[in-house]
């Protein structure tokens, strides 16, 4: 039998990490927590998460960045805010699960085959590179990248789609999109550790 | 004494303060400086200019070189301006002619940059060396102190403090808002960690007050009005009806067989709602006064008039039940004030993840201590509103406590008090308890023991803040129970735990009516809404108002050893002025430059302190000087300048900025 250690070296966190997540606005108040256990017992995901969300809070506190970025938490977290609303540190739990996730995105080490990952980022790419999202590629997009056997099993409700004119075969876009990437993708000299972090991929 | 016309010889002092001020402050260089100004004869930095040997450096030079004004440049004058101002009066000069420049908590402390602290206190000093020029020699006022006391609140912190000073021969007057005193300590069951019975160490001092000579007691009372000062306080109580003659109730408690209402109808106050009682009531067996009330809200003769009134009958000839009794307005006159107003609990409908309010199995901590408690509407037996008896009991710490969105305090008894529920909890019934807390908070003489002892009788400790208390099932275990939601922090798992009661540990808050308690007595009260002590450390006990002394949970959430530490405090600050018989104040007062007044009266509404009265007779505004406080608003206001405040008259206030100004770096 192979063991694994368990233990956690200072050499195996990312003491920047922390800081960098608290330096964006609205997360400032992680360095609030006290570790009470509020957000994952009002959590309705909680039951199915690998870390609890207060543990998501420590170990992003204390700079353990691949343990959090590579976490199932922050991809089932369904954004009700139960959390955020009960904190007694008033700590905007849902706004650093959105903060770790665009993180775990840009450093792609989201969990592969995980849909909810696969589509944040699809749906960002598409309003980055359009201006707006056409469900139809999207939903393709998804099943292509995730699970693309289970697509055959909704081949009725597809043709059922296409049959009443909803599943457009011809991609949305709006006009003047340079200007939106402008707005999106601010110059390299403006960008910080404080800027809102935008998916950078080149499409 | 130095005059005018007397040539002007001051001495400056700079202090390091060990490394406070010399870290940051080139004290010689200040030294050097201020040696060149006008008026300066001796010009000194040193060490510790508060310790014996700064002092005695004060006084030599006063002899040596015939020094008239001292300017010393140290700390804040709050910490040392007394300390200062004895120095130069040992030395035989009016302690009026000596000023502190403040180059530690204003410029020191502050700064980041020695080369700027350092020019900041060349200017500050330099102002203080221009203004002291123009000091007058001043004399203290002193003001007699009346041996009266009242006391405000009769629960255990009141209690303690009226016996303490009414052991020592001064008169005192309780005053207490409810039919009895006694407070919360009279509700609860046991005490923690010793596990005391509450009563029994409570009501013989209850019953002491009562019997005692020296104190008189006013229960549904309260006071509506304060005027004076310290020493000289006139107070006002409204006494509300209790409609029943307290010299003449025996407390044989026949009305209350004899009421129309042949069983108890009403909620019980007392029980915290969970016993009933009539509308002619006692409150508890022990209540002091002993002597029954009449609620008049739910009494029908007082209500309506068309009663039988059986009451009357059954008092028969000793007619102590006089339904005419009317509202009593007392007037009394006392030297000093101890607010001993308590608190009071969380309500925890405020949170309503917890189902207080919408489950009727979750109860509050004080519902609680009624529940376990033999006197209780229970007779100490724990049943659920429902009529269950709970196989299983949670109870949740820091409820209304540590939390940004109620109160952000820890409320300090909460711990200890669920620690003692679990253990009566277990002891009156079968029931498994589970504690779920955010950390166990046992600072105390035998707390931490009790904690050990809990764990040994085999109480759950779960740490994790419970999530959501639900009837809603998922197993068949949970079904018809209350569950709580609840991540059990220290196994890494989120756990639902089905139990039949839920205990909420409510915090502490201040009264309600504190913010109007605070402007009566004029103290004041903090970010919290705590009433303010003077000085956190040091001086515990003492109100910003001269006079006014704290006890109890009015000035923040303790236990009740602390508290009667408190109380007893209180009453030796107030034995110890009026043992003192007066008291020196500050002649830093205001007063009215006749010649000058208009009588235009602008002045009077602006006196935070009613110090300024209209003389009819002359027109003019007068200033009582025992009253006012020196805050200069009237200064200010008065548009002929006619008020002039001493230690900060206008030649001495223009002086100091115009030394300021005159700095040049």
């Known amino acids: ?29 992680l360095k609030d927590c006290i570790q009470c256990g509020t957000c994952s017992g009002v959590c309705p995901l909680s039951i199915y998460m690998d870390h609890s969300p207060r543990q998501v809070m420590a170990l992003t506190r204390e700079g353990f960045k691949k343990e959090v970025l590579e976490s199932r938490t922050i991809w089932l977290c369904a954004s009700c805010y139960a959390c955020s609303v009960e904190c007694p540190r008033q700590i905007r739990i849902t706004d650093i699960m959105y903060e770790l996730k665009q993180r775990a995105l840009r450093d792609r080490v989201y969990p592969k085959g995980l849909p909810t990952a696969v589509l944040a980022k699809e749906f960002a790419g598409m309003v980055h590179r359009n201006g707006r999202i056409t469900e139809s590629f999207l939903v393709v997009l998804l099943y292509l990248k995730t699970n693309w056997l289970e697509a055959l099993g909704q081949w009725r409700l597809g043709l059922g789609l296409v049959r009443k004119g909803r599943f457009p075969f011809k991609l949305d876009a709006i006009r003047r999109r340079a200007e939106l990437r402008r707005m999106l993708d601010p110059e390299p000299d403006d960008t910080s550790a404080t800027a809102p972090p935008t998916d950078r991929r080149t499409p | 004494m130095a005059t005018h016309c007397e040539e002007i010889r001051i001495g400056f002092y700079v202090c390091h303060c060990g490394h406070n001020i010399a870290a940051m402050v080139d004290c010689e260089a200040v030294a050097r400086y201020a040696r060149k100004l006008p008026g300066v004869v001796v010009s000194r930095d040193y060490r510790y200019m508060c310790s014996d040997p700064g002092q005695e450096l004060i006084r030599q030079d006063v002899r040596e070189h015939r020094l008239n004004r001292i300017v010393v440049a140290a700390c804040s004058p709050l910490l040392h301006e007394h300390t200062f101002r004895t120095a130069t009066e040992r030395a ?17 402390w502050v700064a980041t940059r020695k080369q700027d602290a350092t020019r900041k206190a060349k200017s500050l000093a330099q102002a203080a060396i221009h203004r002291v020029r123009f000091h007058k020699a001043l004399q203290v006022q002193r003001v007699s102190i009346r041996p009266e006391v009242l006391v405000v609140g009769g629960g255990i912190a009141g209690i303690h403090a009226a016996l303490t000073l009414a052991n020592a021969g001064k008169k005192v007057f309780l005053v207490e808002r409810e039919a009895t005193i006694g407070g919360h300590m009279a509700k609860f069951d046991k005490t923690f960690p010793t596990l005391d019975c509450s009563a029994c160490i409570l009501t013989p001092k209850m019953s002491a007050v009562r019997s005692h000579p020296n104190i008189t007691l006013w229960t549904l009372a309260e006071v509506t009005q304060v005027e004076g000062f310290i020493g000289n306080y006139r107070v006002k109580v409204r006494r509300s009806p209790r409609y029943v003659l307290e010299d003449a109730c025996v407390g044989c408690l026949e009305c209350i067989d004899a009421c129309v209402y042949r069983s108890p109808k009403f909620p019980d106050a007392f029980n915290e709602g969970l016993g009933k009682r009539k509308p002619i009531y006692i409150p508890f067996p022990q209540a002091t006064p002993k002597v029954v009330l009449i609620d008049p809200a739910t009494c029908l003769n007082l209500k309506t008039g068309k009663c039988k009134q059986t009451c ?3 008092c028969g000839e000793r007619q102590a039940i006089q339904f005419n009794q009317q509202e009593r307005l007392e007037e009394i006159e006392v030297g000093t004030i101890i607010v001993a107003t308590g608190f009071k609990t969380f309500d925890p409908r405020r949170q309503p993840l917890y189902g207080y309010g919408t489950y009727p199995n979750v109860y509050t901590s004080l519902e609680i201590e009624r529940l376990v408690n033999a006197s209780g509407p229970t007779g100490g037996e724990v049943v659920a509103r429902d009529g269950r008896k709970p196989r299983a009991i949670g109870i949740i710490h820091c409820v209304g406590s540590r939390d940004r969105k109620t109160n952000v305090w820890c409320s300090r008894v909460c711990c200890m008090y669920s620690l003692k529920l679990a253990h009566l909890l277990k002891e009156h019934s079968e029931a498994e308890v589970y504690n779920f807390y955010i950390d166990i908070r046992a600072p105390g003489k035998g707390y931490e023991e009790f904690y050990n002892k809990l764990l040994d009788d085999g109480v759950h400790f779960i740490r994790g803040r419970v999530g959501e208390v639900t009837d809603w099932a998922m197993t068949p275990e949970e079904e018809g129970r209350l569950v709580i939601r609840v991540e059990d922090t220290l196994a890494g798992c989120v756990r639902r735990i ?168």
């Open chain 2, 92 to 108: 035989g000069l009016n302690p009026f002619h000596c000023q502190m420049v403040n180059i530690r908590e204003h410029n020191s």
């Open chain 1, 1 to 29: 039998m192979k063991l694994d250690r368990t233990i956690r070296y200072q050499a195996d966190s990312d003491r920047d990490f922390g800081r960098q997540v608290m330096a964006v606005p609205g997360c400032e108040r």
């Open chain 2, 312 to 314: 009357l009958e059954a």
């Open chain 2, 498 to 665: 089905p139990v039949d009661m839920v205990v909420l540990a409510t915090g502490l808050e201040p009264q309600p009516d504190a913010q109007a308690v605070r402007r009566l007595f004029n103290m004041s009260c903090g970010g919290d809404g705590w009433f303010l002590e003077r000085h956190p450390k040091l001086a515990p006990v003492n109100t910003f108002a001269d006079g006014v002394y704290l006890a109890g949970c009015c000035q923040g959430p303790k236990d009740i050893p602390d508290t009667v530490a408190q109380a007893g405090a209180a009453a030796a600050e107030v034995l110890s002025l009026i043992d003192k018989g007066y008291v020196e104040q500050e002649p830093n007062t205001a007063y009215v430059r006749d010649e000058d007044c208009s009588g235009c009266k602008s002045c009077i509404p602006l006196c935070p302190y009613n110090a300024i009265t209209f003389a009819e007779d002359r027109q003019k505004a007068t200033i009582n000087e025992t009253l006012c406080k020196g805050c200069g608003t009237c200064v200010a206001s008065c548009p002929s300048g006619s008020i002039v405040q001493r230690l900060f008259e206008d030649d001495e206030v223009f002086a100091e900025i115009e030394g300021m100004l005159a700095y040049d770096a």
